[in-house]
């Protein structure tokens, strides 16, 4: 069975750190690019970050970007989330996604769409005094 | 960065209605547009990639069109187990792959 399983969120203070993980199983994680998507309490989804199979590219949202870190480890399918000088407004379910690359043949041309086809039950961090 | 806009934010239809969602991207974007279904206390769910195409086992009735900027969701026949929150996404190579801000859809 094709899984996520994210852990390591919880309470924190302001101002703190917290690192997440998101262990995958059931498909080659080598393969795939990953998500960190989060939705804090009854409000949207926010993508937060995301890393390429290898690691060669690595992208964050402005909310995020300085503060957090994304990472994997291909050998442990696993991916993780290093979130440190937190704030409250970091408040959120934290979920990890797969991005599957979808092959689209139009006429004699083929093109790459994507989605994220796979997440897990989310975990949640709390910031907070 | 590119901004999505959905709308409406939250819409009431019968059981059996058509149910139209519209996303709308603040620069073109080609047809590199996803749509997610998060029914109520769920995780998401992919519905459709590249604007039109229908993700394996999601239902017929469910179908996406557009191209550039301006994109719809459509549920052809509203049924209860639909009652969710939808978002679009723009999703290409070159993040940030923002969400729209959701359209969530009652039955009436």
């Known amino acids: 069975e094709v899984q996520l399983v994210e852990s390591g969120g919880g309470l924190v203070k302001p101002g703190g750190s917290l690192r997440l993980s998101c262990a995958a199983s059931g498909f080659t994680f080598s393969s795939y690019s990953m998500n960190w998507v989060r939705q804090a309490p009854g409000k949207g989804l926010e993508w937060v970050s995301s890393i390429s199979s290898s690691s060669s590219y690595i992208y964050y949202a402005d909310s995020v970007k300085g503060r957090f870190t994304i990472s994997r480890d291909n050998a442990k399918n696993s991916l993780y989330l290093q979130m440190n000088s937190l704030r409250a407004e970091d408040t959120a379910v934290y979920y990890c996604?797969?991005?599957?690359?979808?092959?689209?043949?139009?006429?004699?041309?083929?093109?790459?769409?994507?989605?994220?086809?796979?997440w897990g039950q989310g975990t949640t961090v709390t910031v907070s005094s | 960065d590119i901004q999505m806009t959905q709308s409406p934010s939250s819409l009431s239809a019968s059981v059996g209605d058509r149910v139209t969602i519209t996303c709308r991207a603040s620069?073109?974007?080609?047809?590199?547009l996803a749509w997610y279904q998060q029914k109520p206390g769920k995780v998401p769910k992919l519905l459709i990639y590249?604007?039109?195409t229908l993700q394996s086992g999601v239902p017929s009735r469910f179908s996406g069109s557009g191209s550039g900027t301006d994109f719809t969701l459509t549920i052809s026949s509203l049924q209860p187990e639909d009652v969710a929150t939808y978002y679009c996404?723009?999703?290409?190579?070159?993040?940030?792959?923002?969400f729209g801000g959701g359209t969530k859809v009652e039955i009436k």
């Open positions: 590249a604007a039109s």
């Open positions: 996404q723009k999703y290409n190579s070159a993040p940030p792959n923002t």
């Open positions: 620069q073109g974007i080609s047809n590199y």
């Open positions: 996604a797969r991005e599957t690359r979808f092959l689209e043949w139009l006429s004699s041309d083929y093109y790459y769409y994507y989605g994220m086809d796979v």
